[in-house]
């Protein structure tokens, strides 16, 4: 039973689409029914502590798992992971590095979820879908990230507002009439007047997201014959809660994007 | 803050490819480094039942889930899934199809895990790639599936001699040298005459892979007056190991690949 | 002055894309700016009889060199050519196919010139966009041409009105604004008690576009002993301007679509 | 006769890809089986000047016609056009791009040939095949244009040589095997021992190929009350037959490539 009377489906319907060379490659992962799946969980809202966190412990291992990964950006229950510039990750297959990230996030999530929810079984499979985009230079992708955590500021401004509105003991629709039209300004003041709350106090994982890098930090190696700590710089993968907008953080961590250069 | 001057690398940058309509859709998906996972996890070899039998029932939950799946097809650490011909699913969005296809699988390879293997604790997380390849008539799909058929065949067929070998004394190497140039005559004699082992006594699930579908199946839905069974004819997932190749199952099964019309 | 240190510009960035096995493959070309060329070159309106045959000629040495096109549809500045399903030319690739095609009906357009304008130069260089789809099935394919010979239909009933009311004095927005509306039987009218023209009789070329294929048409070869003709079925590669969508054509011409199966 | 129940013919199968933003799109157009075309019209081996000039002429009203080309490199039957980073041009769909590009080019060729064969009829339709390439940045678009001008160097170093054997007395076999595996050097020796030809004298535009481009041109515009010429800096569009792989070039001419930064 030769295979090779039936081996032309492969070869004339199965193509490999590469992804061009010298772009940024992002995959975007994106919970799918995360609103069904966090009431199911009972997610606190407007955030969830503790789901962000696991969100953040699967995109750590997601860098720890490619190396070619420089850096992720993840929001709510959506992550983006930046692959290198020149990765040559799966020759650059655009349906195997898609298909690979998101599956591995995914079985991720499944195995950590106790971790950060000991009390809670998983009732559902929590699933996502997920997108490639290839970006071609330091202004698209630096804008890219941008895009995310400015989408990320705006959701959560409103969010604050709408929950505190909803937990104060209006109904959802009235929260929506409420801040139906409002500025960001008008968000402030309703915090602040109605709540007492500043929005800047909130937590920083809550208003900027979360990146994950690997960062430069100074750790203690050995120690000399006079008990002296002798340090060396390392690379440690880091999640953090900074502006990545602004061009500080990128003039502070040069060498993040540019690796291998 | 508006997100106006970042949005372009939306608009730009990102593109949804729609799969041509009048076409199978297939998701092939398939374990990732499973060689390594399967040994770490002690699978029996050349075939562990149990973890095809996981494999078969995250697949037939993948047929609960997605309606629009109407045929799948497995063997070892991979899986086919068949969208019919005219699917609407995410309107035939390359990425959503594959990534979401993918993602839920993995959810349930690791929520199912406990259930075949109560006793092992997964070590290492579960994860699979994908492809997605269009078919555009009858021929051509039935073809595919033979295609995965025949390569399950002589697949297993070199494996269940190999590990006979092996489990009989010799080396990994010796055994490779034995069954070098072998034809399928002369693996039945190897199998028949060294180890008293008919081929086709083999379990159908290891020779022949397993298919999901909907089928026909007479069920009792009530009695009447009279105390008699009222049947009728009622769909319902069912896992099958029988030849995909020849036509009698495609003739007996005809409704699979035409609902619909 | 060795050219591999360059060559991953090639290797890295062209990508082939090759269409998909077992689809008919067509391309359709569609004149530039013709309005304004049609102007230039004081083109009849609303049809103009030897620019039409221009572009019939210039399908007919299409379907001369390239015999793996088994059939065009041409109206107005456009016209489509149908790769047979299983055609290998030049592999399928995309890029190959269209920019062959496009170029080598441009290049006939401005030789053939001559033959049906001898009183008139070409005063622009005359030029084509193009673009390349795959129709899966018979169906579709059938669908496809209908598609163009109704909107033939559509534009040239609306036009004969038109210019009809033009010539009669209307400016071409009065035109416009008596036609807004109107429907095939409104038009009809309009033809017959304004200008005692009744539409069926206006040349099929202009109603039916034109068809062109390889018709099987009886030749004399050679004469017997007797005197009398020998005669055999030869394919001559005719132009019509019969309706295609009904079935009727298609049921004479079955082997058109069927060549090679 | 409504159209509507064939529109799902282009809804459904008729995909506009675009190109990436902030890409350089090169269209490179290539003639089709032009050994025999050179052939039939007999044009002077290795090189003939008139068809170069011929295909210069089209690459300059190319870029009079399309303003968003803003740099065509030419050699032998081939031609690179390169659109601006930036450009809209048809909102950069592929197909459109490459097909208007390929189309334009061959209309062009056919017009002006008498001016460059004013006693040559043309005897066969010359067409083209084309494709679209984007590269992403500075780099790796002057490495494209580099790797074609070693092309033209390699293949014109080689040819002239050919050609002299040829003329010489040898046949084309023997002129083959005196080249064989010669570097260089032999190359350059062979030409000017055997032929007393020093092969850096032989026509620039042979040797490097041909650039067209919008350069910088000091021109009277008009005269100042005393008779003196006022001059301004105006772009006009040049052929240059001058090193594009060195950094020379480019540096005379940043502008080229930066236009509307």
Redesign the interface.
């Known amino acids: 039973?030769?295979?090779s009377e039936?081996?032309?489906?492969?070869r004339?319907?199965?193509?490999d689409?590469?992804l061009?060379?010298?772009?940024w490659i992002v995959v975007r992962?994106d919970g799918?029914h995360f609103h069904r799946f966090s009431k199911i969980h009972a997610f606190e809202k407007p955030n969830d502590e503790n789901a962000l966190r696991l969100m953040n412990a699967c995109a750590t291992s997601m860098l720890e798992k490619f190396p070619d990964i420089v850096f992720a950006y993840g929001v709510s229950d959506e992550y983006s992971f930046v692959f290198r510039e020149e990765t040559e990750f799966y020759q650059r297959r655009e349906?195997?590095i898609?298909?690979?990230c998101?599956?591995?996030?995914?079985?991720?999530?499944?195995?950590k979820w106790k971790d950060f929810f000991p009390n809670k079984d998983?009732r559902e499979?929590?699933?996502?879908?997920?997108?490639?985009?290839?970006?071609?230079?330091m202004?698209?992708i630096h804008?890219?990230l941008?895009?995310r955590q400015?989408?990320c500021?705006?959701n959560n401004h409103y969010n604050t507002c709408f929950w505190m509105l909803v937990k104060s003991g209006k109904t959802e629709k009235e929260a929506q009439q409420t801040l139906k039209g409002t500025f960001?300004k008008d968000k402030n003041e309703l915090l602040s007047q109605q709540f007492q709350v500043n929005y800047e106090d909130e937590p920083a994982m809550f208003r900027k997201g979360s990146s994950v890098y690997r960062d430069k930090v100074e750790t203690k190696v050995k120690t000399d014959d006079y008990g002296n700590p002798i340090k060396r710089i390392r690379l440690a993968i880091t999640v953090s809660n900074l502006d990545i907008i602004g061009p500080e953080f990128w003039e502070k961590h040069q060498y993040i994007l540019q690796e291998g250069k």
Chains 1, 2, 3, 4 share one sequence.
Not at 20 to 23: I, L, M, R, T
Not at 102 to 111: A, R, W
């Open positions: 039973m030769a295979n039936y081996e032309y489906v492969k004339e319907f199965e193509f689409r590469r061009p060379a010298s772009n992962i799918c349906s195997k898609l298909s690979l998101v599956s591995y996030f995914t079985s991720l999530y499944g195995m998983l499979p929590p699933y996502f879908d997920g997108r490639v985009v290839c970006y071609p230079n202004k698209t804008d890219y941008a895009w400015v989408d500021h705006i960001s």
